[in-house]
């Protein structure tokens, strides 16, 4: 369900600046200028469009200015200039190489400085020139504070050690982290990487006991039930087919009756994956049936009677669509309003829509909301689940009973 923010193919380095641009009220203009750039450059990059490496100058100031990481920038540039894939960027690197750089990265804050101030002859304080004067910085809050941001963007302190929980170096880390922060809320205003909330609306009512998908199926019954039901036409000829016509052979849902008319068994007994080359036979033959006379009126009625059936099955699924659309946008705006009340400081993606066609169960898992959440993100976006009306308790009614009643959807 959560996950570091996704972005559209092509289009990473501008994923990062409109980030920034939301947060800041930042003009095209303006930041082309800061980074050093034309405004039109600036459009290329926040649209995908490069055509080659924007130079290291620039990326590091871009870098500076919206206050990411440079090797963030450079690689979401590696991405869109093609000389880096995604398999590439999101492929697990090597423990050592990892922890390679992370000693390099606390071995470079160990040479920064602070520079003290001193007072001029004018009285005004200005930074010591001399370089002599300058103190190492607070290198075990350096540490501190990196090790808040790791465990707020894994999701919390728990989630981070989850590796050995026990052990003698997961409690010294624990006891560090809880020194600085008051619990995991507090913990949130560390978290340097984007939340992103992406859900499935077929994915969340499960977690919520809703009835709608059992409901809607119900009524899909009820509409075949109904086809089955309407009375065959008692008018019709003898038909144009010879029982023994080579072209249904193999066609177990497919005959000729003594009347020469096919013969066609009812749709729930059809094959679940329907041979296409059997269903092109069965096409050609109804053809053929349907030029060689015209209709009765036994046939006309019949007919007019699935239409409505099939008039009403379509508007069904109609409504069903409405229904979940907008069971999606009022739970978007409840976990959006939850994720407010932490007050993060990074961006906050939240995406609620149906699943659609063909999803196999692995896509669902990845857009189905935890049972148990392990974080205060998690555990916002369940409570908004819970406090969100669902379909079947927003609906005045069963969705057939309300579509022919004429009755809007989720009112």
Same mark, same amino acid.
């Given at each position: 369900?959560?996950?570091?923010?996704?972005?559209?193919? #092509?289009?990473?380095?501008?994923?990062?600046?409109?980030?920034?641009?939301?947060?800041?009220?930042?003009?095209?203009?303006?930041?082309?200028?800061?980074?050093?750039?034309?405004?039109?450059?600036?459009?290329?990059?926040?649209?995908?469009?490069?055509?080659?490496?924007?130079?290291?100058?620039?990326?590091?100031?871009?870098?500076?200015?919206?206050?990411?990481?440079?090797?963030?920038?450079?690689?979401?540039?590696?991405?869109?200039?093609?000389?880096?894939?995604?398999?590439?960027?999101?492929?697990?690197?090597?423990?050592?190489?990892?922890?390679?750089?992370?000693?390099?990265?606390?071995?470079?804050?160990?040479?920064?400085? +602070?520079?003290?101030?001193?007072?001029?002859?004018?009285? #005004?304080?200005?930074?010591?020139?001399?370089?002599?004067?300058?103190?190492?910085?607070?290198?075990?809050?350096?540490?501190?504070?990196?090790?808040?941001?790791?465990?707020?963007?894994?999701?919390?302190?728990?989630?981070?050690?989850?590796?050995?929980?026990?052990?003698?170096?997961?409690?010294?880390?624990?006891?560090?982290?809880?020194?600085?922060?008051?619990?995991?809320?507090?913990?949130?205003?560390?978290?340097?990487?984007?939340?992103?909330?992406?859900?499935?609306?077929?994915?969340?009512?499960?977690?919520?006991?809703?009835?709608?998908?059992?409901?809607?199926?119900?009524?899909?019954?009820?509409?075949?039930?109904?086809?089955?039901?309407?009375?065959?036409?008692?008018?019709?000829?003898?038909?144009?087919?010879?029982?023994?016509?080579?072209?249904?052979?193999?066609?177990?849902?497919?005959?000729?009756?003594?009347?020469? +008319?096919?013969?066609?068994?009812?749709?729930?007994?059809?094959?679940? +994956?329907?041979?296409?080359?059997?269903?092109?036979?069965?096409?050609?033959?109804?053809?053929?049936?349907?030029?060689?006379?015209?209709?009765?009126?036994?046939?006309?009625?019949?007919?007019?009677?699935?239409?409505?059936?099939?008039?009403?099955?379509?508007?069904?699924?109609?409504?069903?669509?409405?229904?979940?659309?907008?069971?999606?946008?009022?739970?978007?705006?409840?976990?959006?309003?939850?994720?407010?009340?932490?007050?993060?400081?990074?961006?906050?993606?939240?995406?609620?829509?149906?699943?659609?066609?063909?999803?196999?169960?692995?896509?669902?898992?990845?857009?189905?909301?935890?049972?148990?959440?392990?974080?205060?993100?998690?555990?916002?976006?369940?409570?908004?689940?819970?406090?969100?009306?669902?379909?079947?308790?927003?609906?005045?009614?069963?969705?057939?009973?309300?579509?022919?009643?004429?009755?809007?959807?989720?009112?």
């Amino acid at each position: 369900m959560l996950s570091n923010m996704a972005t559209p193919s #092509k289009r990473h380095l501008g994923q990062l600046i409109d980030d920034y641009k939301r947060s800041h009220s930042a003009t095209d203009s303006g930041l082309a200028q800061r980074v050093g750039i034309t405004r039109q450059s600036l459009i290329q990059w926040r649209t995908g469009e490069l055509a080659a490496l924007p130079k290291a100058a620039n990326l590091r100031a871009l870098a500076t200015e919206i206050g990411r990481p440079y090797r963030q920038v450079l690689a979401a540039a590696l991405l869109d200039s093609g000389y880096l894939t995604p398999t590439e960027d999101k492929a697990a690197r090597p423990y050592g190489e990892i922890l390679h750089d992370a000693i390099d990265v606390l071995s470079e804050a160990r040479r920064l400085t +602070n520079q003290p101030m001193r007072q001029t002859s004018s009285g #005004k304080w200005d930074p010591d020139p001399d370089p002599r004067s300058a103190l190492p910085i607070d290198w075990a809050e350096f540490v501190t504070l990196a090790l808040a941001g790791a465990a707020a963007n894994a999701g919390g302190i728990e989630t981070i050690l989850a590796g050995r929980p026990g052990s003698w170096e997961a409690e010294r880390v624990r006891q560090t982290l809880q020194s600085i922060v008051f619990d995991e809320r507090d913990l949130m205003r560390h978290r340097t990487e984007p939340i992103v909330v992406d859900l499935w609306v077929e994915a969340v009512l499960p977690l919520t006991g809703d009835t709608s998908e059992d409901d809607y199926q119900q009524a899909e019954l009820a509409l075949l039930d109904r086809q089955e039901a309407v009375p065959l036409p008692d008018d019709i000829p003898p038909g144009p087919f010879e029982p023994d016509d080579p072209r249904i052979a193999g066609i177990d849902w497919l005959s000729v009756g003594d009347d020469g +008319n096919l013969v066609v068994a009812q749709f729930r007994d059809w094959p679940v +994956n329907i041979d296409p080359d059997k269903l092109a036979v069965y096409e050609e033959l109804a053809e053929e049936a349907r030029n060689s006379r015209p209709d009765t009126p036994g046939e006309i009625a019949y007919e007019q009677a699935f239409d409505q059936i099939e008039s009403l099955s379509t508007a069904l699924d109609s409504q069903r669509r409405a229904d979940y659309a907008d069971y999606a946008q009022r739970l978007t705006t409840a976990i959006e309003t939850k994720l407010r009340e932490l007050n993060l400081t990074v961006p906050v993606s939240v995406t609620v829509t149906t699943a659609p066609d063909g999803a196999t169960s692995e896509q669902y898992d990845a857009h189905r909301p935890s049972d148990y959440p392990a974080d205060v993100i998690e555990a916002a976006a369940h409570a908004a689940i819970m406090d969100t009306p669902t379909p079947s308790a927003s609906a005045p009614g069963a969705p057939l009973e309300r579509l022919e009643n004429g009755e809007s959807p989720a009112q």
